[in-house]
């Protein structure tokens, strides 16, 4: 009689929970630098992905670590177009204010 032949098994895999990033410095960059409101809800969705990995729903992790990116990316591109704007409205004023200044002839202006 043959002996049982081996029975193949599946492997278990195990993710990698390391592969999941949480984008948490990139989000407190975006508090700090960017965009607040954002920057929060960024945080908020990277606390989740710690908290997904921490229960090892991998699954749920991802979708977190998707969206903290995808806001990431958001607040990034707001907080540096009100800055650009910001800039472009201080060089106005400048050349505003540049504009307004009396020419080299005082006595004209001389009221006294």
């Known amino acids: 009689m043959d002996p049982p032949s081996a ?3 599946a ?3 195990i993710p990698d929970l390391d592969s ?3 984008y948490k410095y990139w989000s407190i ?3 700090l630098c960017c965009c607040l ?4 809800v960024a945080v908020f969705y990277s606390g989740q992905v710690e908290e997904c990995l921490a229960r090892r729903d991998i699954a749920g992790a991802k979708s977190a670590s998707d969206t903290a990116r995808t806001i990431n990316i958001l607040a990034v591109v707001i907080g540096l177009a009100c800055i650009g704007v910001a800039i472009f409205f201080m060089i106005q004023r400048v ?5 307004a200044q009396p020419t080299r002839f005082p006595s004209l202006y001389n009221l006294g």
């Open 95 to 99: 050349q505003l204010l540049s504009a």
């Open 37 to 40: 409101p954002l920057g929060l």
């Open 11 to 13: 492997r278990l895999e």
């Open 29 to 31: 960059f975006n508090i």
């Open 20 to 22: 999941v990033p949480s």
């Open 7 to 9: 029975v193949p098994y």
